[in-house]
């Protein structure tokens, strides 16, 4: 990189960061202090956004270059497919090994939806009147997450992963290396969220084993196996749909499995069921740190 590039990525980071945050901040204080949670979600979106504008500021107005992102569609199937039913794939594994490890917080009693739905009916009431169970939530939202929710949340998520996966990754990788360059990527990226994690508990809430420090902690390990599969889909196809459609795909499927505990359970979502606990997130962080040591390896 240029002087002047390396100038326009310190001013990715400031703007990516500094919107994100304002939007956050904003968010958050709607909520707490308005229990507005409309204007909170509306910030939620244009915090995914910022990434987008930071690199079409720096580009097209500080550097007047192309943004260099690819749109075209391409990329060979098996990625487009690995994107949209990858999340679900790791989604299981990790719901199922949180489960071999802690056996007896399976729960298929609806507790959970019991709590969910205010705790004015219980599990017999919510299936006899809105025919609602565990198993018909999994199987109900499971298919729209699997079939219909990545098309969907792509959209918002493409604000993030232009940024991330198409502006920033390249650029770490060339200055820190593969492993290196995806680690810094993946910390980047967790830390970007803050905020809102230590402000309303996003992701883990506010009363956690470990809380915040562990959350902010396991949320960087989530992030940086999450990081290193959408920048090797990229990679792969160079074409950004491709991690977007993975993205949302996460998205609209890693709060699934929470359906499959008690509420007072929700004390160790830093570890699980969810893929983004501590255990729960450990086969997709095998797999993003093998495939990142393979390519090393071909690399050499």
């Not at 002087?3 to 960061?17: C, P, R």
């Not at 720096?58 to 199937?77: A, D, E, N, S, T």
């Not at 299981?92 to 949180?98: E, F, I, K, R, T």
């Not at 889909?233 to 074409?239: A, H, Q």
């Amino acid at each position: 990189m240029s002087a002047k590039e390396k100038q326009g990525f310190t001013l990715y980071f400031l703007i990516a960061f500094g919107l994100a945050w304002l939007c956050q901040v904003g968010g958050c204080m709607a909520l707490l202090q308005q229990k507005n949670a409309v204007l909170y979600q509306l910030a939620l979106i244009a915090t995914m956004f910022c990434p987008l504008l930071a690199v079409l500021l720096v580009q097209k107005v500080f550097l007047r270059q192309p943004v260099g992102i690819g749109w075209k569609v391409q990329g060979k199937r098996r990625f487009w497919l690995a994107a949209w039913f990858g999340p679900a794939v790791f989604t299981l594994l990790g719901a199922v090994l949180y489960f071999a490890v802690f056996p007896s917080r399976l729960d298929f009693s609806c507790s959970w939806l019991v709590a969910a739905y205010g705790g004015e009916m219980d599990a017999q009431t919510l299936r006899s009147e809105l025919g609602v169970s565990t198993l018909s939530y999994l199987l109900q939202n499971g298919l729209f997450a699997v079939i219909l929710a990545p098309a969907i949340n792509m959209f918002p998520a493409l604000g993030e992963e232009v940024g991330w996966r198409g502006y920033m990754m390249p650029r770490l990788k060339e200055r820190f290396g593969l492993l290196n360059g995806r680690l810094l990527g993946g910390v980047v990226w967790g830390v970007w969220h803050w905020p809102l994690m230590l402000l309303v508990g996003y992701e883990y809430g506010t009363n956690y084993l470990g809380a915040p420090v562990l959350g902010l902690v396991v949320w960087c390990v989530v992030c940086f196996a999450l990081n290193t599969l959408l920048d090797l889909l990229y990679e792969k196809t160079g074409c950004i749909w491709v991690p977007a459609i993975a993205h949302g795909a996460f998205n609209a499927i890693a709060a699934l499995p929470q359906v499959l505990i008690t509420p007072a359970d929700a004390y160790y979502n830093v570890l699980g069921p969810m893929p983004i606990g501590l255990i729960s997130v450990l086969p997709m962080l095998a797999v993003a740190v093998g495939l990142t040591l393979h390519q090393m390896k071909q690399e050499q």
